[in-house]
């Protein structure tokens, strides 16, 4: 026995910089930005803190999934950093809701969801567990150098979540790391140590670092690999699938991808052109779409897919139960 999803909520930053704020800025233009991206908007979290956004879609998939936080089992909250440090962003959650399970944050940068759904199986299939909430959370904003027009016109800040319950939705799961961090990483933050020569501490540099042509490439041979393998691996037709939910990074990833796939445009959904990288947040938050917006029904098959820092990837397909 492994999980349904129950419930699905989210909520996306309140601030909406489209790309008109970065001509201003940077040397680029909206047209750069769309044509090479697909990305025209984005939020970005102004007033509001992560952990409220990440609490808001928490209690939104509760909602729907009918139960109290007080059945919750267990909180798995995948980002890349909370607002602090410790407490963990699941242990901020938990106190928001009133929820008195364990909770735990992961990290997988943009593939936190699948990642976290992996572990989620394993729970349920150990027996241990009844309801599992699952929220995906970044704030890059913060990780951002808005001087470095090649990254920081990508990224958006949100947060998405999911209520599991016991059952047998999920027909495949598979995640994969390829250590890397040469091309896609943010260096951690480090004080100045009394014990370590000035000369021997490295130059302050927390901003996120891409080498976006290689991360391309990354992306789509590992996301169309992936598919591959999970359609094959599960025995499932491509026509089958009613909807691949893609990592939402760059349009033209998702174009390869349908085009690998000989697919219609139509099962590639998408809210990258509002929202842009919301990192470990875009599927969830694409999957509440797709469910508030009643475009998934019982019994659809859908495919999930996505890649990220790390290098991460990970793909799952789950049949829609409700
Ligand atoms: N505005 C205008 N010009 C820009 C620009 C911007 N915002 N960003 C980069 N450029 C310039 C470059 O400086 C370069 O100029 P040059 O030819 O004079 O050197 C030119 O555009 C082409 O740059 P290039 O990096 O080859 O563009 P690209 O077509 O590869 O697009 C990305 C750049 C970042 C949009 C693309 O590589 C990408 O999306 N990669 C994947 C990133 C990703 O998914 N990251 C998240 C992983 S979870």
């Known amino acids: 026995m492994s999980f349904i999803i129950a419930g699905t909520g989210s909520c996306a930053a309140q601030t909406n910089i489209d790309n008109t704020f970065f001509e201003k800025i940077i040397d ?18 102004t007033d509001e803190s992560l952990t409220d956004i990440a609490t808001k879609s928490a209690i939104a998939a509760l909602e729907e999934a009918c139960i109290s936080a007080d059945e919750l089992d267990f909180i798995i909250c995948a980002t890349l950093q909370g607002d602090y440090i410790m407490p963990s962003l699941s242990c901020m959650i938990q106190k928001n809701i009133g929820a008195h399970c364990p909770a735990v944050d992961i990290n997988a940068a943009c593939t936190g969801f699948l990642y976290a759904l992996d572990i989620a199986d394993s729970y349920f299939k150990s027996d241990k567990v009844r309801n599992i909430l ?8 913060k990780f951002l150098d808005f001087s470095d027009r090649s990254t920081c016109i990508l990224f958006g800040d949100g947060a998405g979540a999911v209520v599991l319950k016991n059952g047998n939705s999920l027909k495949y799961i598979n995640i994969t790391a390829h250590g890397d961090k040469e091309i896609l990483y943010i260096k951690g933050t480090q004080h100045k140590l009394p014990f370590i020569e000035k000369s021997m501490q490295e130059k302050d540099d927390n901003y996120l670092k891409m080498d976006g042509q ?3 490439k990354f992306a789509v041979s590992t996301v169309t690999e992936d598919i591959k393998r999970a359609l094959s691996d599960s025995n499932i037709d491509s026509s089958l699938i009613k909807y691949f939910i893609l990592h939402q990074a760059n349009q033209r990833i998702l ?13 590639f959904p998408k809210n990258l052109n509002n929202l842009g990288n919301t990192s470990a947040a875009s599927i969830p938050i694409l999957l509440d779409e797709l469910n ?30 409700y």
Request: aromatic content about 8%.
């Open 134 to 141: 699952i929220v995906c959370a970044d704030n890059m904003s």
């Open 28 to 45: 680029t233009s909206d047209k750069w930005i769309t044509t090479r991206t697909g990305i025209k908007n984005r939020t970005f979290l």
């Open 292 to 321: 508030k917006t009643k475009k998934i029904k019982k019994g659809d098959l859908i495919l999930l897919s996505a890649f990220g820092g790390g290098m991460t990837s990970g793909t799952a397909i789950i049949e829609w139960s």
């Open 255 to 267: 174009e390869c991808s349908q085009d690998f796939l000989k697919e219609v445009p139509e099962k």
């Open 214 to 216: 290689k991360v391309f």
